[in-house]
């Protein structure tokens, strides 16, 4: 081979090198939040899951979709209203008439993926490859700091962190002059709101400051001459606009529907709540501790501390950290805008202008600080790591450009290499055991529906539970999934808001089918002439005899009464026990069995009985 035909086989082999780099550069981003995505959607389509408490309910709404029944309004809320809209039913639907529960962790898994996708599309719009990346990764870590069921993960307040993620990012880019985000905004942006409304102030807060950035950016624009270009541009934001404002007309026609329906309506009272509600906030110190824990050095979303069982949270951040985030969201913005950055200068101060009113939404809140109250922020503090991280980048890149391009690059592919081997490691733990939410849960539905299964045949009974642990998720599951089996169920009317109307009553003239659990402490019939049709027990005999020794010595060493039943649902109650003398490894134990579900005795009661 010549001299001249090495020299241009070696350009062709670079050239390829250089092709491929581009590509991984270009796509990696959305290869990588996909690829856990696919095996979470696997672990989906092949499980038995069946789902307990909230999500049940969920579930029950997502089947009464297409029929007299069908949702207007969004899932229940503890404070006697219920979430703006029904958008997760509604889109859930179909999955759930062909797949029946698990087609709810099908659309989760959609969902999430459709709005990871959204998220690094629209960031790579607003800051190129490098904010692509950064929040490709920054949604693996959040992601991942949750565990394997957060892909699979439906209940309402957590379903919607990715799409607020995406709608932040959408809104963003539409800000920028990238008209199909205005689509992707509006539905990215109701999906949250809907599904919870802690959403709507970061939402507001985020419409406001996108509008100012578009009124910069427009300004900015009018300095320059116009041309035909400019004019056609303008039709287009017209369309697009016209195709975003028919997305909110139907995905907001059931509440509005509602509204009008009803009086006086569920977007009324939940203004009426949060305007004139009886309800105090919580004290300021909770709110900067939570605030710093959640929006400080190190964000939950980083670190995953927060877990359902700690209700409420009991683990607050150093205040102080509020500060080193402030001063870094200040000098981001200072030298961006010196350096005359535009892009980076407006994502920053947007991301600090949804940080401040996170801090004081925070302040607003009622009652206790229970995690799932406060997920909305995690959006927010990943839209402020990856504002900073993306201005770092921005200052150091020409320096490290003119000392040395292999050291770019070499920067740049150690940051692909750690975002893609996230990606590997959480696709490997949705594919675990276990991976679906609360899976214990619903283990304990299974068992119990089964045999009530086998002993009560199908019919019309008035439906009735006790069990303290865990608000009674297991008997709600059994409900939902006596009803999907054919049963005709009468609920209590306390539960209506749960429920729906159309399914409670006080069941004159029925049977009445009693689910009772162990911990709830009746040891006898619920009435006159009830007869125990069958018993389950959601542990192994070995984990029920383990759960029995460590409830002795917890009742000995808390000086329990004889007759209370020992109750380990959540962190805070351990730490009541171990404060009253149990030690910590039994309060844990206790928790960790006790999430596996009780032993439970099922009564039929004759119609009439007491």
């Known amino acids: 081979m010549t001299a001249t035909g090495r020299t241009e086989g070696l350009a062709t082999e670079q050239g390829g090198r250089a092709t491929l780099l581009a590509a991984v550069l270009r796509h990696g981003p959305l290869v990588a939040v996909a690829i856990p995505a696919v095996a979470a959607l696997g672990t989906a389509l092949t499980t038995d899951w069946l789902p307990a408490g909230d999500v049940a309910l969920e579930a029950l709404r997502t089947a009464d979709v297409g029929t007299a029944r069908t949702p207007l309004v969004g899932a229940y809320s ?36 459709a709005s990871a996708l959204v998220a690094v599309t629209a960031a790579r719009r607003v800051g190129g490859r490098a904010a692509a990346w950064l929040v490709a990764g ?21 379903v919607a962190m990715l799409p607020l993620l995406a709608f932040l990012l959408s809104v963003a880019a539409a800000a920028d002059g990238h008209r ?18 802690g959403s709507a102030p970061v939402v507001l807060a985020a419409l406001v400051g996108a509008g100012a950035w578009a009124l910069h950016r427009r300004r ?22 016209a195709v975003a404002a028919v997305v909110l007309v139907l995905a907001w026609s059931g509440p509005l529907v509602e509204q009008v329906a009803n009086d006086p309506g569920n977007l009324r009272e939940m203004a009426t709540f949060a305007l004139d509600g009886e309800e105090a906030p919580a004290p300021l110190s909770d709110a900067v501790g939570v605030a710093a824990r959640e929006l400080g050095v190190p964000p939950a979303w980083l670190v995953g501390r927060e877990t359902v069982e700690e209700l409420p949270i009991v683990a607050a951040g150093a205040p102080w950290t509020l500060g080193v985030v402030a001063a870094a969201l200040a000098v981001a913005a200072t030298w961006a805008l010196r350096r005359g950055d535009g892009p980076a200068a407006r994502l920053v101060l947007l991301a600090a202008w949804l940080w401040l009113v996170s801090l004081v939404a925070l302040t607003r809140n009622v009652g206790l600080y229970i995690p799932y109250l406060v997920r909305w922020t995690w959006p927010v503090g990943i839209l402020v790591a990856v504002a900073l991280a993306l201005t770092g980048w921005r200052a150091l890149a020409p320096t490290l450009g003119r000392r040395s391009a292999a050291a770019s690059r070499a920067a740049a592919l150690v940051a692909v290499v750690v975002v893609l081997a996230a990606s590997a490691g959480l696709a490997v733990r949705s594919l675990g055991d276990r991976a679906e939410p609360d899976r214990p849960q619903g283990e304990a539905v299974r068992t119990l529906a089964d045999a009530i299964d086998r002993t009560v045949p199908e019919g019309a009974y008035a439906y009735r539970w006790a069990d303290p642990h865990d608000l009674g998720s297991v008997p709600v ?5 006596l009803e999907r089996r054919g049963y005709d169920l009468v609920l209590p009317p306390e539960r209506s808001l749960l429920f729906g109307e159309e399914r409670v009553g006080p069941g004159d003239g029925l049977p009445r089918l009693v689910v009772v659990a162990e911990r709830a402490g009746a040891v006898g019939p619920p009435a006159p002439g009830a007869e125990e049709v069958t018993t389950a027990d959601a542990l192994s005999p070995a984990e029920r005899a383990r759960l029995d020794e460590v409830e002795a010595r917890i009742r000995r060493d808390a000086d329990l009464p004889a007759d209370r039943p020992v109750v380990v649902d959540s962190i805070v109650t351990a730490r009541d026990l171990e404060a009253a003398g149990a030690s910590e490894a039994d309060t844990r134990a206790a928790l960790d069995l006790q999430r596996e579900g009780d032993a439970y005795r099922v009564w039929l009661v004759p119609p009439g009985a007491g």
Do not use: K, Y
Request: charged share 10%; glycine share 12%.
């Open 138 to 158: 920054a949604t693996l870590a959040a992601v991942g700091a949750v565990g394997a069921p957060a892909l699979l993960e439906i209940w309402n307040p957590f």
């Open 78 to 113: 503890r404070f006697g209203w219920s979430h703006p809209g029904p958008l997760l039913f509604w889109l859930g639907s179909p999955f759930h008439q062909l797949l029946g529960p698990r087609g709810l962790l099908v659309e989760a898994v959609l969902v999430n993926l």
């Open 477 to 481: 599951g059994v409900a939902v999934e």
């Open 220 to 241: 900015t624009e009018a300095a320059l001459p116009a041309g035909p270009a400019a004019t056609d541009a303008g039709r287009r934001w017209w369309v697009w606009g």
């Open 180 to 197: 199909p985000s205005l689509v992707a905004a509006a539905a990215t942006g109701t999906f949250a709101v809907q599904c919870h409304v």
